[in-house]
C-alpha cells in the first residue's frame, strides 16, 4: 500500500508537518518560487521600495531569508524600507497592528502569514488607512490559500498555480491522475521483484505497509494532457505555470500574467508602471496611449530574453499581433520603448495624474486619409482605440480637423539632408563638367565633320593636294590627308604643340582658325567648371526652398537631382498638395525610413532625403563620423511643430498643454544635442591627391591599350595590303606614295632587281672592303594613272 507513505493536496491548503519517511506532492508553487515571481513584478513596474510584514507563522525565518537573498543578489537596487513583525496573539485588539502598519512609510508590502492572520491584518489594514489603491499589497506562502476572504485591500496581487479557477472535482481528478501514473510507474518496477508483495487493501495495519525507498522519483515523469506534472524532490511541480492575480475592488480576482520557463508575461494593463501614488486602474484616469518608432523620439527595443523585463529608463509597450498570430490567448507581444516622447508621457502622467497603457501602431505610420479612412496614429484616435497619440506627429491643417493637438512640444517643418563630401570624387569627375551628350557632339559629330570639311575644302582647292595630282606634278607637294585634318583639330582643341601640317587652301585655313576660337572656348569653360568639380562643391546647399529649380525642373540639371522622403507622412501629403509635379517625380525615390534614407545617401544612391526637420537635425548631430548634413545649417522650410493627438474637446488638453510647457526645454536639451554641427566648413587649399586625379590615370592606360591594338591592326592591314598587291603590280606605286625605303633609299621596282642589287653588294663585303654599296639608279616615277581607284583611296589617308 502507498496511502500513508504518498500523500497529495489538491486543495490551496499549505502542508505544516509532514510525516516521517513520507511523500507529499503539491500543486501549489513553493515560497522561494513565489517570491521569485514576485520580484520580477516589482521590477516590471518599477516599484523597488518595499516593507516586508510578516507574523510568526511556520517558516517566516526562512521566507526573511529568501527575501535578502533575493535583494543581495540583484543587481536591481532594491530598497527594503523595513520589517513589521506582528503578534497577533497578543494584541487580539488590534490596536499594536493599526499602529506598526500606519507607521510603515511604504507602499508596497510583501505579507507573509496564515490564512486566518490574514483576516486580522486586513481588517486592521482597513482601519489604519493602509488598504486603500496607493498601497500595494503581495501575497506571499500561505496567506491566500483561499481566495475568498472578505475586507482584501483594493490593490492585491497573489501568485497561484495554472487553473487556480477550477473547481474543487477537476483537482481531484488530476490529483488521483498524478497518483495513478505514479503507482504505475512504481509497479513496472517492483511488480515482478522478490520478496515485494502489493497485496492488501486499505484497512489493513499500516504497520505492514511496505515503505519502497526513493519513491519521489516515480513521479518525476508524468504528463497529462500534454501538460508536464513532473515533481522534483521537496513534492513541487518542477516545471509550474503560475498565473500572476490581482484583486481590485469592484472587478474581483483578474489574471493579469503569468509565469512559464522562468519568463514573467503581463498582459496589459495591470497597472500602468508609471501611474501617480501606485494608484490601480481608474477609467477615468487610464489612458490608451499609442506610439511610433522613430528615433530620437520613440525608441524600441525587445524585452531582455532572460528576465522579459525592461531596463529602468524604458517601459513596457505592446506591438498587438496580426489575427492569424494570435496564439493560446496571447494578443500582443511585449517590447520596451524609450526616447524623447516617452520621457515627455512619463513626466505627463506623474505632473497630470494619469496612468497609461502603450502600444505600438500597426496599421500605417503617422496617420493619412485614404478614401476617407484614416491609418497610423491618427486613425487610431479618430476611432477611438486609442485616447492619446504621442510621437513624432507633425500638427498640420488637415488632420487637426479630426483630432485635438496639443501646444507643440517640438519645433519643426520640412527639411533637406545631403550627405557630406569627404574630399574624395569618383574616377569620372573629370569628365562631369560637360554631359555625355556634349562630349559625344563633340568629340563624335562636331571634329569628324569638321575635319571632313577642312579636307574637302583642301582637296578641292587650287593650291591643295589633289590639283598637284591631277597637274602631274613632281611628287613630295602637298600631303594633307583626312587623319592629318583630324590630328590638326585634335591638337587645337587641347592647345598641344606637336607637329601638325596645315591647309593651303584659303577656305580650309578660315575653317581651321573658326575651330580654333571654339576650341578656346571649349577649353575655357571646361577649365572653369573642372575645378568645382575636383573640389566637390556642395552645390544643393544653395536651395532657397521645395519651390527651387532643383527640386522642381531635377531633369533639366546633370545628373538629375535623386531626391524622396517617406510616404504616407505629413512631408509626403505638404509636397503633394502644394507640388504635384515634384511630387510625381519623387515617388519613385521615396524610402521606407530615415535609417534607409541615410545609408542611400552615404553610398550615393540617393542625393537629397526630404523629412521633418527634427528628426533629420537629430540624425545629422548623431551621425558616426559625421556623414550626413541637413542644407543651410538646418534651414526648416513649412516650419510647424509636433503634438500630442487627442479626441475633439478633450479635457486633458489645457492640462497636458500647461505640463508641456515646463517640460520642452529640458527635454530638449537632453535628446536632441549632439556632437556634429552643420556649420559649414571653410575651404582651404590641400594637394590634389590620386583619388582627385584617378580618372584621368585611368583613361591613359585605358588609351595605352588602345594604341596596342591599333598598333597590331596596322600591321596586319599593311601586310595584308602589300601581300595583295605583291602580284598585282601595284606594289611598285604604293611604296612609292607612301614613301618607303630603306636605309640608303634604294626603291625596289621588281624582284629580279632586288636580287640583283642584294648579289651586288654581297660581293662586295665578301672581298673584305668595307665600303658600302653604291646606290643603284633611281627607278622612273611610278604611272600615276595606274590603278586610279587605289590613288584615290590612299589620298584620303
Same mark, same amino acid.
Given at each position: 500500500?502507498?496511502?500513508?507513505?504518498?500523500?497529495?493536496?489538491?486543495?490551496?491548503?499549505?502542508?505544516?508537518?509532514?510525516?516521517?519517511? %513520507?511523500?507529499?506532492?503539491? #500543486?501549489?508553487?513553493?515560497?522561494?518560487?513565489?517570491?521569485?515571481?514576485?520580484?520580477?513584478? +516589482?521590477?516590471?513596474?518599477?516599484?523597488?521600495?518595499?516593507?516586508?510584514?510578516?507574523?510568526?507563522?511556520?517558516?517566516?525565518?526562512?521566507?526573511?531569508?529568501?527575501?535578502?537573498?533575493?535583494?543581495?543578489?540583484?543587481?536591481?537596487?532594491?530598497?527594503?524600507?523595513?520589517?513589521? @513583525?506582528?503578534?497577533?496573539?497578543?494584541?487580539?485588539?488590534?490596536?499594536?497592528?493599526?499602529?506598526?502598519?500606519?507607521?510603515?512609510?511604504?507602499?508596497?508590502? +510583501?505579507?507573509?502569514?496564515?490564512?486566518?492572520?490574514?483576516?486580522?491584518?486586513?481588517?486592521?489594514?482597513?482601519?489604519?488607512?493602509?488598504?486603500?489603491?496607493?498601497?500595494?499589497?503581495?501575497?506571499?506562502?500561505?496567506?491566500?490559500?483561499?481566495?475568498?476572504?472578505?475586507?482584501?485591500?483594493?490593490?492585491?496581487?497573489?501568485?497561484?498555480?495554472?487553473?487556480?479557477?477550477?473547481?474543487?472535482?477537476?483537482?481531484?481528478?488530476?490529483?488521483?491522475?498524478?497518483?495513478?501514473?505514479?503507482?504505475?510507474?512504481?509497479?513496472?518496477?517492483? /511488480?515482478?521483484?522478490?520478496?515485494?508483495?502489493?497485496?492488501?487493501?486499505?484497512?489493513?495495519?499500516?504497520?505492514?505497509?511496505?515503505?519502497?525507498?526513493?519513491?519521489?522519483?516515480?513521479?518525476?515523469?508524468?504528463?497529462?494532457?500534454?501538460?508536464?506534472?513532473?515533481?522534483?524532490?521537496?513534492?513541487?511541480?518542477?516545471?509550474?505555470?503560475?498565473?500572476?492575480?490581482?484583486?481590485?475592488?469592484?472587478?474581483?480576482?483578474?489574471?493579469?500574467?503569468?509565469?512559464?520557463?522562468?519568463?514573467?508575461?503581463?498582459?496589459?494593463?495591470?497597472?500602468?508602471?508609471?501611474?501617480?501614488?501606485?494608484?490601480?486602474?481608474?477609467?477615468?484616469?487610464?489612458?490608451?496611449?499609442?506610439?511610433?518608432?522613430?528615433?530620437?523620439?520613440?525608441?524600441?527595443?525587445?524585452?531582455?530574453? /532572460?528576465?522579459?523585463?525592461?531596463?529602468?529608463?524604458?517601459?513596457?509597450?505592446?506591438?498587438?499581433?496580426?489575427?492569424?498570430?494570435?496564439?493560446? /490567448?496571447?494578443?500582443?507581444?511585449?517590447?520596451?520603448?524609450?526616447?524623447?516622447?516617452?520621457?515627455?508621457?512619463?513626466?505627463?502622467?506623474?505632473?497630470?495624474?494619469?496612468?497609461?497603457?502603450?502600444?505600438?501602431?500597426?496599421? /500605417?505610420?503617422?496617420?493619412?486619409?485614404?478614401?476617407?479612412?484614416?491609418?497610423?496614429?491618427?486613425?487610431?484616435?479618430? %476611432?477611438?482605440?486609442?485616447?492619446?497619440?504621442?510621437?513624432?506627429?507633425?500638427?498640420?491643417?488637415?488632420?487637426?480637423?479630426?483630432?485635438? #493637438?496639443?501646444?507643440?512640444?517640438?519645433?519643426?517643418?520640412?527639411?533637406?539632408?545631403?550627405?557630406?563630401?569627404?574630399?574624395?570624387?569618383?574616377?569620372?569627375?573629370?569628365?562631369?563638367?560637360?554631359?555625355?551628350?556634349?562630349?559625344?557632339?563633340?568629340?563624335?559629330?562636331?571634329?569628324?565633320?569638321?575635319?571632313?570639311?577642312? #579636307?574637302?575644302?583642301?582637296?578641292?582647292?587650287?593650291?591643295?593636294?589633289?590639283?598637284?595630282?591631277?597637274?602631274?606634278?613632281?611628287?613630295?607637294?602637298?600631303?594633307?590627308?583626312?587623319?592629318?585634318?583630324?590630328?590638326?583639330?585634335?591638337?587645337?582643341?587641347?592647345?598641344?604643340?606637336?607637329?601638325?601640317?596645315?591647309?593651303?587652301?584659303?577656305?580650309?585655313?578660315?575653317?581651321?582658325?573658326?575651330?580654333?576660337?571654339?576650341?578656346?572656348?571649349?577649353?575655357?569653360?571646361?577649365?572653369?567648371?573642372?575645378?568645382?568639380?575636383? !573640389?566637390?562643391?556642395?552645390?544643393?546647399?544653395?536651395?532657397?526652398?521645395?519651390?527651387?529649380?532643383?527640386?522642381?525642373?531635377?531633369?533639366?540639371?546633370?545628373?538629375?537631382?535623386?531626391?524622396?522622403?517617406?510616404?504616407?507622412?505629413?512631408?509626403?501629403?505638404?509636397?503633394?498638395?502644394?507640388?504635384?509635379?515634384?511630387?510625381?517625380?519623387?515617388?519613385?525615390?521615396?524610402?521606407?525610413?530615415?535609417?534607409?534614407?541615410?545609408?542611400?545617401?552615404?553610398?550615393?544612391?540617393?542625393?537629397?532625403? !526630404?523629412?521633418?526637420?527634427?528628426?533629420?537635425?537629430?540624425?545629422?548631430?548623431?551621425?558616426?563620423?559625421?556623414?550626413?548634413?541637413?542644407?543651410?545649417?538646418?534651414?526648416?522650410?513649412?516650419?510647424?511643430?509636433?503634438?500630442?493627438?487627442?479626441?475633439?474637446?478633450?479635457?486633458?488638453?489645457?492640462?497636458?498643454?500647461?505640463?508641456?510647457?515646463?517640460?520642452?526645454?529640458?527635454?530638449?536639451?537632453?535628446?536632441?544635442?549632439?556632437?556634429?554641427?552643420?556649420?559649414?566648413?571653410?575651404?582651404?587649399?590641400?594637394?590634389?591627391?590620386?583619388?582627385?586625379?584617378?580618372?584621368?590615370?585611368?583613361? +591613359?592606360?585605358?588609351? @595605352?591599350?588602345?594604341?596596342?591594338?591599333?598598333?597590331?591592326?596596322?600591321?596586319?592591314?599593311?601586310?595584308?595590303?602589300?601581300?595583295?598587291?605583291?602580284? %598585282?603590280?601595284?606594289?611598285?606605286?604604293?611604296?612609292?606614295? %607612301?614613301?618607303?625605303?630603306?636605309?640608303?633609299?634604294?626603291?625596289?621596282?621588281?624582284?629580279?632587281?632586288?636580287?640583283?642589287?642584294?648579289?651586288?653588294?654581297?660581293?662586295?663585303?665578301?672581298?673584305?672592303?668595307?665600303?658600302?654599296?653604291?646606290?643603284?639608279?633611281?627607278?622612273?616615277?611610278?604611272?600615276?594613272?595606274?590603278?586610279?581607284?587605289?590613288?584615290?583611296?590612299?589620298?584620303?589617308?
Amino acid at each position: 500500500m502507498i496511502n500513508k507513505s504518498v500523500c497529495f493536496s489538491m486543495s490551496h491548503i499549505f502542508l505544516l508537518f509532514q510525516e516521517s519517511g %513520507s511523500v507529499y506532492l503539491q #500543486f501549489l508553487c513553493s515560497t522561494g518560487l513565489q517570491l521569485e515571481v514576485i520580484f520580477e513584478v +516589482l521590477e516590471e513596474f518599477d516599484w523597488t521600495a518595499f516593507s516586508v510584514v510578516t507574523t510568526r507563522h511556520h517558516g517566516y525565518e526562512d521566507f526573511l531569508a529568501m527575501v535578502e537573498g533575493m535583494i543581495d543578489g540583484s543587481f536591481i537596487g532594491w530598497e527594503r524600507k523595513s520589517v513589521v @513583525m506582528l503578534n497577533l496573539t497578543d494584541d487580539p485588539a488590534g490596536a499594536r497592528t493599526r499602529r506598526l502598519l500606519k507607521e510603515n512609510e511604504a507602499q508596497v508590502r +510583501l505579507l507573509y502569514c496564515s490564512q486566518e492572520e490574514a483576516e486580522h491584518i486586513f481588517k486592521a489594514a482597513w482601519a489604519s488607512g493602509q488598504a486603500t489603491p496607493s498601497h500595494m499589497w503581495f501575497a506571499v506562502g500561505p496567506a491566500l490559500s483561499g481566495l475568498g476572504l472578505e475586507g482584501l485591500p483594493k490593490a492585491l496581487f497573489a501568485v497561484r498555480p495554472q487553473g487556480w479557477r477550477d473547481e474543487p472535482r477537476r483537482r481531484i481528478a488530476k490529483g488521483v491522475s498524478v497518483l495513478t501514473h505514479g503507482a504505475m510507474a512504481l509497479r513496472r518496477e517492483y /511488480g515482478g521483484a522478490r520478496g515485494t508483495s502489493f497485496a492488501g487493501n486499505c484497512v489493513m495495519d499500516g504497520n505492514q505497509t511496505q515503505r519502497v525507498p526513493d519513491r519521489i522519483r516515480f513521479f518525476s515523469n508524468i504528463t497529462l494532457s500534454g501538460r508536464d506534472y513532473s515533481f522534483n524532490n521537496d513534492g513541487y511541480l518542477a516545471n509550474p505555470l503560475l498565473d500572476v492575480i490581482s484583486y481590485t475592488a469592484g472587478r474581483g480576482w483578474e489574471e493579469v500574467g503569468w509565469w512559464e520557463n522562468g519568463v514573467l508575461r503581463l498582459r496589459y494593463p495591470p497597472w500602468s508602471r508609471y501611474g501617480p501614488f501606485l494608484k490601480p486602474l481608474d477609467d477615468s484616469q487610464h489612458l490608451r496611449v499609442v506610439t511610433l518608432e522613430e528615433r530620437p523620439f520613440v525608441i524600441v527595443e525587445p524585452a531582455d530574453p /532572460g528576465t522579459g523585463s525592461c531596463i529602468r529608463d524604458s517601459v513596457p509597450c505592446r506591438l498587438p499581433l496580426n489575427t492569424s498570430m494570435v496564439v493560446e /490567448g496571447i494578443q500582443s507581444m511585449k517590447h520596451c520603448c524609450k526616447g524623447f516622447c516617452i520621457d515627455v508621457l512619463k513626466r505627463l502622467a506623474k505632473i497630470v495624474g494619469f496612468s497609461y497603457d502603450l502600444y505600438l501602431v500597426t496599421n /500605417g505610420r503617422h496617420g493619412k486619409n485614404i478614401d476617407g479612412e484614416w491609418n497610423g496614429l491618427v486613425g487610431e484616435v479618430v %476611432s477611438k482605440r486609442a485616447d492619446m497619440a504621442i510621437g513624432s506627429l507633425t500638427i498640420n491643417e488637415e488632420r487637426s480637423e479630426v483630432v485635438e #493637438f496639443s501646444v507643440p512640444f517640438v519645433e519643426t517643418g520640412i527639411s533637406v539632408m545631403v550627405s557630406r563630401s569627404n574630399g574624395t570624387v569618383s574616377p569620372s569627375a573629370f569628365l562631369e563638367p560637360y554631359s555625355p551628350a556634349v562630349w559625344v557632339m563633340m568629340f563624335v559629330m562636331c571634329l569628324s565633320v569638321v575635319a571632313v570639311t577642312v #579636307f574637302i575644302f583642301e582637296f578641292f582647292s587650287p593650291v591643295g593636294y589633289n590639283r598637284s595630282l591631277q597637274s602631274g606634278k613632281k611628287a613630295g607637294g602637298s600631303k594633307f590627308t583626312i587623319g592629318k585634318s583630324i590630328w590638326l583639330l585634335w591638337a587645337l582643341v587641347f592647345n598641344n604643340s606637336v607637329p601638325v601640317e596645315n591647309p593651303r587652301g584659303t577656305t580650309s585655313k578660315i575653317m581651321v582658325l573658326v575651330w580654333a576660337f571654339f576650341a578656346v572656348i571649349f577649353l575655357a569653360s571646361y577649365t572653369a567648371n573642372l575645378a568645382a568639380f575636383m !573640389i566637390q562643391e556642395e552645390y544643393i546647399d544653395t536651395v532657397s526652398g521645395l519651390s527651387d529649380k532643383k527640386f522642381q525642373q531635377p531633369t533639366e540639371q546633370y545628373p538629375p537631382l535623386r531626391f524622396g522622403t517617406v510616404p504616407n507622412g505629413s512631408t509626403e501629403e505638404n509636397i503633394r498638395s502644394n507640388y504635384p509635379n515634384m511630387h510625381q517625380y519623387m515617388v519613385r525615390n521615396n524610402q521606407r525610413g530615415v535609417e534607409e534614407a541615410i545609408d542611400n545617401l552615404k553610398t550615393g544612391k540617393l542625393d537629397a532625403f !526630404i523629412y521633418d526637420a527634427a528628426v533629420l537635425n537629430y540624425m545629422a548631430r548623431k551621425d558616426e563620423g559625421c556623414k550626413v548634413m541637413t542644407i543651410g545649417s538646418g534651414k526648416v522650410f513649412a516650419t510647424t511643430g509636433y503634438g500630442i493627438a487627442l479626441h475633439k474637446n478633450s479635457r486633458w488638453k489645457r492640462p497636458l498643454d500647461l505640463a508641456l510647457l515646463q517640460l520642452i526645454d529640458m527635454l530638449e536639451r537632453l535628446w536632441l544635442s549632439g556632437i556634429c554641427h552643420n556649420d559649414k566648413i571653410e575651404v582651404m587649399s590641400s594637394k590634389l591627391d590620386i583619388d582627385n586625379m584617378a580618372g584621368v590615370f585611368y583613361m +591613359l592606360l585605358v588609351a @595605352m591599350g588602345l594604341s596596342l591594338l591599333v598598333f597590331a591592326w596596322e600591321h596586319l592591314i599593311y601586310w595584308k595590303l602589300r601581300h595583295c598587291l605583291g602580284h %598585282s603590280g601595284g606594289l611598285d606605286f604604293l611604296l612609292a606614295f %607612301s614613301r618607303v625605303s630603306d636605309p640608303h633609299k634604294i626603291h625596289y621596282n621588281n624582284t629580279q632587281g632586288c636580287h640583283y642589287y642584294r648579289n651586288y653588294c654581297s660581293s662586295i663585303c665578301v672581298n673584305g672592303t668595307q665600303n658600302t654599296c653604291p646606290p643603284p639608279p633611281p627607278p622612273p616615277p611610278p604611272p600615276l594613272t595606274h590603278n586610279p581607284p587605289l590613288v584615290i583611296a590612299l589620298t584620303f589617308l
